[in-house]
């Protein structure tokens, strides 16, 4: 995995908004997920990003969705409604009048009904968990690797501690022995997509965001506890993965809700370091976390660790000036060191922000990239 060694290098999390709206090219056959794919690797190539990616248009989209069809051992369930986990917590409390009224015109995204209206489907574990999405996954790999090549190109997956929250189980005797079961059942996929030579990015949005659905009642303890358990069960579905071919992804959810009860990082940090990867994907650039650049003063990142943090974001339409790019990034390079700063975004751009607007957005990011290298000192 490359460091900013010649300048400050750029990135993203994943997922990029579909084309179609810009260049008329739809996902559907083999055929036209190939042209959209191409068409989503050229622009990042065309905008400057130095680390790309399918876009996660090959997975459709949707990081847990895909995963439906790629595990045995589920059966699809139904679920009161107002009962799922994902339905509950103190931000959906507290702000109960957001929440309904997003809920009835399925406007918390930008595209109406993208992500709210449509409930992910919710499959109970009642057999033994094992991998069976290899077709699946080679397609994957193979049109990602036709268009983008392999040489700074990451594919996304998701961990163990995510794929659970849509997943409860009625098989395994605890929880312990059921999200190792989903670790060892996901290590095909891990395995594979770096055995293409791929950088493999983990997305693990859930581990911190059930703080206020689950946490604040277990109390801190009892959830570092459980967090610690399910980054072990990463960490063994990891085992056979050099480091450097790692990227870990940790947010809160990133909706466009207030988030008022998120888990600050500086609870699981330690947690976070602790995962069997080189580089570490995190919220910065929203109201709600930029404040943890301070972190960095007493927290010091491990040697040969590399910080992606969100420079850019989807929680808000305004594009942010290159200018502001530069300075979060010298603040971020100044604690860590500018070798080990990449810029990234707070999370995915598909299905929450206008094509025109994050692309534009990624536009600043390397604007500001290159500002906050003449800054640093890069020749």
Known sequence: MQRSLAKILTTHVGSLPLLSVERGIGAGDASSLAA????????????????????????????????????????????????ALVDQGKDREEFADFYKYANERGTLFYTPGAQIAKKRPVQACTGPVNYVGQAELKKEIDVTIATAGTENVFLTSTAPASLEVYRP?????????????????MRVEYEAIVAAGLILQVDDAWLPALWDRIGMAMGP????ARSRMRIEALNHALRNIPEDRVRYHLCWGSWHGPHAYDLE?????????????????????????????ALWDSVKLPDGKILIPGI????????????????????????????????????????RSHPQIAWAKLRALVEGAALASKALGFR
């Open 312 to 351: 850019v974001t989807h929680s808000t339409d305004v594009v942010e000036h290159p200018e502001l790019v530069s300075q979060r990034l010298q603040r971020y390079a100044r604690r860590v060191g500018r070798e080990n700063v990449v810029a990234g975004t707070d999370c995915g751009f598909g299905g």
């Open 221 to 224: 303890d009892a959830f570092r």
């Open 36 to 83: 959209q794919v191409a068409a989503v690797v050229a622009r990042q190539r065309e905008t400057g990003l130095d680390i790309i990616n399918e876009g996660e248009h090959a997975k459709g989209g949707d990081w847990l969705r895909y995963m439906q069809k790629r595990f045995g051992g589920f059966t699809e369930i139904d679920v009161p409604e107002g009962k």
């Open 265 to 293: 990082l500086k609870h699981i940090v330690d947690l976070m370091l602790m995962v069997k990867a080189q580089a570490y994907l995190i919220e910065a650039a929203n109201a709600r976390h930029e404040h943890e650049v």
């Open 169 to 185: 189980n009625r098989y395994y005797k605890n929880d312990e022995e059921y999200v190792f079961a989903l670790a060892e059942a």
